[in-house]
């Protein structure tokens, strides 16, 4: 079993939509990072979580430590937002990755 | 620029052409990672600097990989004898504080290596 689990892997939806992404993982951790990865592109940092919720811009993240569980929401979602998404969880000092969440916002 | 620079963007190498890769964190910024990141893959860490030192070099796939950040700064990836397989994006990431991955990453663009 991996360490960090996403869900679901690929989502397609309408533009407007409402998203989630689901990242479960079964480590201990000092932090957990959501990431933007485009086709071709680097890696964008959205958000780091060790607690709570954060909101940045359309972008909403929350964590429940005890469930060892976040989730990333876009709302009104934009075909520009397509892209992978990448939960990564931070035990010490290096990153743990999950597989990613392929997003396709189609207009 | 502001952010973390990554040269070259790509670099084709044939195979046992020795290349090398540059990273150029933002200033000031203490920890330094590289990842290795194979086609549909997620990224692999090879090495962690703090500083100048390298903490952590567990994830380097053999002895033909090497990693150097001798002021601090500015960090080179060397990867010796080329094969096929080492063909993928190298990543570099930077942050703040000496707590590596506990503060915000910032990456680079990557540098797209094909070996052929």
């Known amino acids: 079993k991996n360490e960090v689990e996403q869900s679901p892997q690929n989502l397609t939806a309408q533009e407007g939509e409402f998203i989630t992404i689901n990242c479960s993982y079964s480590v201990g951790i000092s932090a957990l990072h959501w990431l933007q990865q485009h086709p071709g592109g680097g890696i964008v940092s959205l958000f780091m979580l060790s607690s709570g919720k954060k909101k940045h811009g359309r972008l909403i993240a929350t964590i429940n430590i005890q469930e060892k569980h976040s989730s990333l929401h876009i709302t009104a979602s934009h075909p520009r937002d397509s892209a992978v998404y990448i939960c990564?969880?931070?035990?010490?000092?290096?990153?743990?990755w999950g597989a990613g969440t392929k997003l396709i916002i189609k207009p | 620029g502001a952010g973390v620079s990554q040269s070259p963007r790509y670099k084709v190498a044939k195979r046992g052409q020795d290349v090398a890769l540059r990273c150029d964190p933002i200033?000031?910024?203490?920890?330094l990672f590289w990842y290795q990141q194979a086609l549909g893959q997620g990224p692999e860490f090879l090495t962690y600097?703090?500083?100048?030192?390298?903490?952590?070099k567990s994830g380097l796939p053999s002895d033909r990989f090497f990693a150097e950040r001798p002021e601090g700064s500015v960090s080179t990836l060397k990867i010796q004898r080329t094969q096929q397989e080492d063909s993928a994006v190298y990543l570099c990431?930077?942050?703040?504080?000496?707590?590596?991955?506990?503060?915000?990453?910032?990456f680079g663009q990557g540098t797209r290596l094909t070996v052929v």
């Open positions: 200033s000031g910024h203490v920890s």
């Open positions: 600097f703090q500083n100048e030192a390298q903490l952590d």
């Open positions: 990431a930077s942050s703040t504080r000496g707590r590596g991955m506990n503060t915000e990453a910032f």
């Open positions: 990564a969880v931070s035990p010490r000092y290096q990153l743990i």
